[in-house]
């Protein structure tokens, strides 16, 4: 007995983990988010550039704030003359790749702004993807505070733009150089311990106090006791140098554990006792307190405010660092809080660009999370991540389909989205108006072999025949908006009929 021929595998459609699909509704609303983002940063002046996904692995850099994965946080592969390339991990790197490979040609300060996805290498879990988009602006070739200040009103002036408004939000800002002065006065030479205590410290807002001073000390567990979870080795430090630098972050749950003073003046004061004797401490003081002065002069003194427990992960940070944290809170699907924090942040990068010169170029830039900001301006109601609205969809009927073409091109070639139906040319209209509904059509055209013979077509408002559903108690006014859902015209009013149903209905394409 011959063997039954094998049924051939089929391959299983899966997504791999720490990646998501997008559907209409949710790209619509990130196109409006980022035009929104365009038209604040071209007011400050700023000009669009693009750098590709793919970098020399060398060019980007090791400044990633986690290095859980054995290529550390990228995602890498050798091209065919076996050099290393890399998807590129934020979109600073590369920008100063490029302003160095055109530097004699760009003019200085350089001013530019870029959007795109980027990509890490890091273990996945909620709320955190292997690839999510951001939305840049920088300036290089500025040295003084004044540029820095300039992207944090920028931060506050998008955040407004985009429906946050003012008390809302705040765009917290530090300086590396003070907390280099506080590693000064506490002995800390080694580059890699301290790198240490930045990642640690940044994870303030996400890990109780006590944990982040595990991580400052000899390590901390995932599972909250030795033998659970993952053990992430801590920076090592003594108990009293973990006291001076709690004492200086502080607590962010708990008022008064920090240099955080009731006003920007009163915290530059803090700032200066606790730097005493350092002068790259003083010199990050100084900064912050031009940052502050300029905020105020240009009215943002209420937003932008100086706050000790910012650093910020990236290893590149040089100077005044800063990022914006909504203070919303919010409810998600399933009623529970949701408090989203930091949805933006940035800072001063003088050595980046440096590592390609081989002299000093000062810059500084300000980065929106894109994917984290629009989860949150969906919750809050400021973005709709609803279906747009559909095109306009042609019936056909019968095997000749040049008169239904011939409808089709007049609807788009007034500006109006049409489509014909180009499915199994036995379906019913019944089938067709179904496939027009689940493309969240507006309305739908009809024309038989009998509206044919007369020069007529037949507009269904599908829009109004959704509400008919709601008024079935109501016969008259039911039987009225039926006579209305249908109605006829001739081919030459086609369009017009069509743009007067769809201003009604208020349909706008995105």
Known sequence: MADKPKKPSKLRARLPRGLADRGPGEIAATRAMVETIREVYERYG???VETPAFEYTDALGKFLP?????????FSLQDDDEQWISLRYDLTAPLARYVAENFDALPKPYRSYRFGWVFRNEKPGPGRFRQFMQFDADTVGAPTAAADAEMCMMAADTMEALGIPRGSYVVKVNNRKVLDGIREA????????WLTVMRAIDKADKFPIKDIILLLGAGR??????GRGDFTKGAGLTN???DAIINFVGDPKEAGSSAQGVSNQATVANMETRVAGSKT???????LATIAELADAGGYGDCV??????????????GPVYEVELLLDTKDEKGRSVRFGSVGGGGRYDGLVSRFRGEPVPATGFSIGVSRLQAALTLIGQLDNKPQPGPVVVTVFGGDIAGYQKMVASLRHAGIRAELYLGNPKHSLGQQMKYADKRNSPCAIIQGSDEKAQGIVQIKDLILGAELASLEKDRDEYLKKQAEAQFSCSEDDLVAKVQDLLQRRGVVWN
């Open 281 to 287: 401490g003083a010199d990050g003081v100084a900064e």
């Open 46 to 48: 700023f000009e669009p």
């Open 66 to 74: 986690d290095q859980d994965r054995p290529n550390e946080g990228v």
């Open 221 to 226: 567990w995932d599972g909250g006791e030795e």
């Open 186 to 193: 506490q002995g800390i030479d080694s580059d890699a311990q």
């Open 240 to 242: 009293t140098q973990i």
């Open 305 to 318: 405010k100086i706050d000790p427990s910012v650093v910020r992960g990236l290893e590149y940070y040089t």
